[in-house]
């Protein structure tokens, strides 16, 4: 594998983890940030890697949201939770909230710019406190290179389609045990996305 990130705890034995494009798994019991211009689908691989329900957090004035019948491809719409909190400081709140409940494998939160290193904190420890064992993830949504401090890992993903076809660069752009790296995506006119080669990663 090629991202094995371990608790802080113990430095011996991993987390409960997602996988990710059967390529990558991120750790359990924390929070990560996605970033670019296609994070929203990159959450959605995510997720559906995951049991169960998903609850996604975004802000009730922000003109940008998930086109129900446009997701299809990525995960089954009926399993998505929508929460819309009216102000701003409602957002990761909502979302420690949700963490600590333990009541979904995965949750999401769509923020208009990163939040702080005492936010991040609180969820990671929202996160350890719902988990109970499972892959408990969160996932912060940032626009542009993000850059939230203390996220376990960073990863973005950008649209780079050909004349025919679908494609995407990943990449990881920080994680705890694992070097930054970018790789290309492609999606066969049937299937799920895949890893399709390491991509050279530019300055």
Known sequence: ?????LTRQSHHSARPSLPLLGQFRLAGARAHEICGAARRRLALWLAAEAQGPVIWIRP????D?????????????GRLLMIAPERAEDLL???????????VAVA????????????IR???????AGA???ALLGLVLTPGAGGAPGVESRWRLEPDHPPAGLAWQLERLRARDAAPGA?????????????????????
């Not at 594998?1 to 990130?5: E, I, P, R, T």
């Not at 769509?110 to 005492?118: E, F, H, S, V």
């Not at 609180?122 to 350890?128: C, K, S, V």
């Open 183 to 203: 790789w290309r995506v492609t999606r066969p006119p049937t299937g799920r996305p895949v890893i399709a080669a390491r991509a050279a990663i530019t300055a």
């Open 122 to 128: 609180r969820l990671h420890l929202a996160a350890e």
């Open 108 to 119: 999401i939160c769509d923020l208009p710019a990163p939040p702080g290193l005492t936010a």
């Open 132 to 134: 109970q064992g499972r």
């Open 60 to 63: 009730a004035w922000h003109p």
């Open 65 to 77: 949201r998930l086109h129900m019948a446009g997701i299809r491809d990525e995960i089954d719409p």
């Open 93 to 103: 709140w909502t979302m420690e909230e949700v963490l600590r409940a333990g009541v």
């Open 1 to 5: 594998m090629d991202l094995h990130m």
